[in-house]
């Protein structure tokens, strides 16, 4: 018999891209080693010899299903087929030779990854586009989802890894970070269409990756091969339905889906260039479909939450030679949504002023790689990350003026100012403005007249109060150098890493109709234009030098434009840039490991060095921050100097070996650490000086310190059978020095206090992770994962204690609690069963279910913890936030959710002449049995739409006794639809391939 082994070992590389294949190969009859064997992986230039020892290594092959050809003098060629290539990882392919007895033989077999990947010192858990082809998702959020130790709060795009927070964990396509440096989040949107393979890696990852602490969520793109490859694909949620709509039983939410993707060799025949294009248009008018949240007796509510984006990915690679590389490529998403918002929902769209984002986003990445030899190679590699997002009224959009117009807005009364008492209005049933609003609504206010506002919670008819725009870009260059020598694998590299940050927001409402000024300057300049960098006060790019002397604002740039009104600027001896241009924090990174594998015991050692300079301020004395400069009242120049700079040494260290020829055991233990999101510390000079005037103001902190992780993991894989493997992991984590909201009580009598943010939260996580994986039996494939975990601390997020920073009290939850995101208990699993060509039982002499397939998901979680408040007694302090705690932090539980996703698809080969297309039809249904899943309550009843405030007596008197309609105003507003994840989804689909 023929023995083929493959396995996977970890050869982590920065944001490499490629993979590895290597191996042993020997004569198989007498066991001895073959030297001067060619390996080559067909369709590639890409190969190498084996040495006197029988080895090989093959650098830099692409990621995704290869065949190699083994061929030597005297000997039968042999051609193992779809050897899987994963990021960052080799496949070590050993084969046995037979003495050639036909001339020409060529003997063939299919590989077949090993279930333990013998030399892997840390957990990774990896799909590839085949098995992602097949399962009823739409993006890479979904697969991450269903690894164990993360946790998904419903189809948002935030995951929490092994306890950390949303911004803890890196998305990475094809090298590229797409996380935002400013909040943390992932930009990132692809196409399943475009994606080659998903690997997630929970912990212990090399000393070549930095910036991240919890999860690194690595996505490759697809590259384009020797044969070209088609796909169109489209989707939608119920031919010619409206959002709202039922379409066998499941309300249709206006999903529309077309993807185009194309592959293959730029000119046709050769194998030195490749292309890849997948363009992907998605259309929603609802996409966050909600499983309750329905309204209430009234015609006049809707749920506008409508998503119009464009992604295209681009790749293209070159083969120069046999020794040189390149890849350059790029993905682009450009999007225009509009979230629902409970309070701006009420009389629906005619009423509807909504928040809506233009938001466009890209990547590119380019590579250049060199072989020097079997065993040793570089690369140097650049990538951007671009972001620039616009927000407003979804009405007015850029329009500056029309946000100040009274007569466009037509509020209540005859006012033209657009002062905060009147951007509220009420319709009445033929369209009017109701000049007394609160007959319709039936509350009253603290004074007890009627409540147009239905106590601050509905601004209905309101403009959205809020202009402004983001833009973010990073970019960053690096080297990598690898060597084997002997047993060891060495890699070294050193990078370097820039951000452009640029913001400005300005709240409109503050003009008038004719878009003078209707405050004096201090008040225009620090309430309407309070907060921008890198732009102008009216929101013009600028750069350094762009201001006139650096410090000069025109005080009416409408009407009197020109007119200049002097501020204070940052002296030259402090930095280079005007007071105003972008914030641009910098980093530097080394680092070196070592890999030593021999037969019985692999141990990798890594060292990282991290140097991240903030670039900007440093506040001289936090408890008085006015009390250095020229004015002991107000902010200026005297009260900072140049910020910080932080330079953090991390060591990695992992080690695995056999326990028998069926068990592996692996540990690791690693120090990772990185910045906390630059909102949380940036803000502009005039916010900083308009805020240090008074008491209770909140600014950010330019002092913050990196974050920091120790994280501890021991593993053991069992295989049970030929096709059946079980992992059992158990890790710790240990994080400090964790961004929280503060009050810093001053010395200065007349600031008296501030709130700011500082490095005092901690966090303990620790769990178990159980899983068992299967190849296809018998046409079922099977995946499936239990954790238990548990992730206390003493805050969820940076604002966990903003209630507690308003009290006179500096005191905060000092004491470890389970954090928001904490999941005891979690389980997913993945069934495949799918008959292919030729397969399936005979019906009549046909067999209907050839090519037919199955997969079904399903996932549990036990309740997310809260806050109990007891039921509050008076309507104007509706936020239950704020009311009394009761059983006590984080002691009660939501109830456990669970949901069935499916997808059942059938294939059609199809025949046009030389050219075979596969049609495929599928049906995809999220949350199969429409079940119920409350993922936010109401904390006084831990229901999700009761508060228990109409029970009481105090409601009476808010509401007039038996008014229904009002009843229903305020059950209106309870039963908001984001307090439940969605209900049964169906999608049709069609793909055709060729």
């Not at 212990?204 to 930095?210: L, M, N, P, Q, V």
Request: aromatic share 12%; with cysteine.
């Amino acid at each position: 018999m023929l023995n083929i082994a493959v396995t996977l070992i970890c050869a982590s590389f920065l944001f490499a891209q490629t993979g590895k294949i290597s191996g042993v190969v020997k004569d198989k009859t007498s066991g001895e080693a073959l030297p001067g064997v060619n390996v080559i992986v067909e369709g590639t230039s890409l190969g190498a010899s084996t040495d006197v020892d029988g080895f090989y290594v093959i650098l830099n092959v692409p990621v995704g299903r290869h065949d190699v050809r083994f061929s030597y003098v005297g000997y039968s060629d042999l051609r193992v087929n779809d050897v899987i290539v994963n990021i960052d990882n080799t496949a070590t392919l050993n084969a046995e030779l037979s003495e050639e007895v036909n001339v020409g033989e060529v003997v063939v077999v299919t590989a077949q990854r090993e279930l333990i990947r013998r030399a892997e010192t840390n957990s990774r858990q990896i799909k590839n586009s085949e098995e992602i082809k097949n399962m009823p998702i739409t993006s890479v959020q979904d697969v991450v989802a269903l690894t164990s130790g993360v946790v998904r709060r419903g189809n948002s795009n935030d995951v929490n890894v092994r306890g950390g927070r949303t911004e803890d964990s890196a998305v990475i396509i094809d090298g590229v970070t797409t996380n935002s440096s400013t909040d943390g989040t992932s930009r990132a949107r692809l196409n399943k269409n475009a994606i080659e393979e998903v690997t997630v890696q929970s912990g212990g990852f090399g000393a070549e990756f930095g910036g991240v602490m919890s999860g690194l969520i690595q996505t490759t793109t697809k590259t384009g091969s020797s044969k070209y490859n088609v796909v169109f694909e489209l989707a939608a949620d119920g031919s010619g339905s409206e959002r709202g709509d039922k379409f066998l039983g499941s309300k249709v939410n206006g999903y529309r889906n077309y993807n185009l993707s194309i592959g293959g060799p730029i000119i046709p025949g050769t194998n030195n260039h490749f292309f890849f294009l997948s363009i992907d248009k998605l259309v929603q008018q609802d996409d966050s479909p909600s499983w309750g949240g329905e309204a209430i007796g009234s015609d006049y509510t809707n749920k506008s939450s409508e998503n119009d984006a464009l992604n295209i990915v681009f790749n293209y690679k070159a083969n120069i030679g046999e020794s040189m590389s390149i890849r350059f490529g790029g993905t682009g998403d450009w999007s225009t949504n509009t979230p629902y918002i409970h309070n701006r929902s009420f009389f629906g769209d005619k009423a509807g002023h909504y928040r809506t984002y233009e938001t466009k986003n890209f990547t590119s990445n380019l590579t250049f790689t060199h072989t020097l030899n079997k065993n040793t190679y570089y690369n140097f590699r650049f990538g951007m990350l671009l972001y620039d997002r616009i927000e407003g009224d979804n009405r007015y959009g850029t329009s500056f003026i029309k946000y100040g117009d009274a007569e466009l807005n037509q509020f209540s009364g005859d006012e033209t100012d657009l002062s905060t008492a009147k951007m509220y209005g009420l319709l009445e049933e033929d369209g009017d403005l109701a000049q007394d609003p609160g007959t319709l609504t039936g509350f009253v206010d603290e004074y007890g007249t009627e409540d147009y506002r239905l106590r601050r919670v509905f601004a209905v008819n309101r403009v959205w109060n809020q202009w402004g725009k983001d833009f973010e870009k990073n970019w960053d260059v690096s080297a990598d150098f690898f060597t084997k020598l002997d047993k060891h694998q060495i890699k070294f590299g050193a990078g370097y890493k820039a951000h452009e940050l640029r913001k400005w927001f300005v709240q409109p409402a503050g003009l008038n109709k004719d878009g003078q000024i209707s405050n004096k300057f201090s008040n225009w300049r620090n309430n309407v234009f309070s907060n921008y960098y890198g732009y102008d006060i009216k929101g013009n790019w600028v750069d350094e030098g762009d201001y006139k002397n650096g410090n000069m604002v025109e005080a009416d740039p409408i009407n009197n434009p020109g007119v200049y009104i002097e501020s204070f600027d940052l002296p030259d001896s402090l930095s280079s840039h005007g007071s105003e241009a972008p914030r641009t924090p910098k980093s530097f990174w080394f680092y070196a490991s070592d890999e030593w594998v021999n037969d019985d015991f692999i141990l990798t050692f890594g060292l990282r060095v991290d140097y991240f300079d903030p670039n900007w301020i440093n506040l001289i004395n936090p408890l008085d921050p006015v009390s250095g400069g020229f004015n002991s009242k107000e902010f200026d120049p005297g009260d900072y100097t140049k910020s910080k700079t932080f330079t953090e040494i991390q060591p990695r260290l992992g080690f695995a070996f056999p326990v028998d020829e069926n068990t592996k055991f692996s540990a690791n233990i690693s120090r990772f650490v990185q910045m906390p999101a630059f909102q949380r510390m940036y803000t502009s000079y005039y916010e900083l000086w308009d805020e240090t005037r008074g008491s209770g103001n909140t600014f950010n902190n330019p002092n913050l310190k990196p974050e920091e992780n120790i994280s501890y993991e021991i593993s053991i894989a069992h295989q049970l059978s030929t096709d059946v493997v079980f992992n059992m992991r158990t890790y710790y984590r240990s994080i400090k020095n964790l961004v929280q909201v503060q009050r810093i009580n001053s010395t200065n009598e007349l600031l008296n206090y501030y709130i700011t943010y500082g490095n005092i939260d901690y966090a303990d996580s620790k769990g178990l992770e159980l899983s068992i994986e299967t190849r296809r039996i018998n046409n079922l494939r099977l995946f499936a994962n239990y954790t238990y975990s548990n992730a206390s601390g003493t805050g969820s997020t940076s604002n966990s204690n903003n209630r507690n920073a308003t009290d006179d009290s500096q005191e905060f939850v000092k004491f470890a609690t389970d954090l928001e995101h904490d999941v005891p208990h979690q389980l997913n699993a993945n069934i495949d069963y799918r008959f292919f060509d030729g397969e399936g039982p005979a019906v009549f002499g046909t067999k209907p279910f050839q090519n037919f397939g199955l997969n079904l998901i399903y996932k549990l979680q036990s309740g997310r913890p809260y806050t109990e408040r007891k039921i509050l007694n008076s309507f104007r302090e509706i936020d239950t936030r704020y009311a009394e705690i009761g059983s006590g932090v984080n002691q009660e539980r939501l109830p456990t959710i669970s949901s069935f996703d499916l997808r059942l698809d059938k294939s059609f080969p199809l025949n046009f002449g030389e050219t075979n297309v596969n049609l495929n039809i599928y049906v995809d249904i999220q949350n199969l049995f429409n079940q119920e899943n409350v993922i936010r309550v109401q904390r006084s009843t831990g229901l999700p739409n009761e508060d228990g405030y109409l029970a009481t007596a105090a409601s009476q008197n808010d509401v007039e006794t038996n008014n229904n309609y009002k009843r229903n105003s305020y059950r209106y507003l309870l039963n908001d639809p984001d307090r439940w994840d969605a209900p049964r989804v169906m999608r049709f689909g069609l793909r055709l391939e060729f």
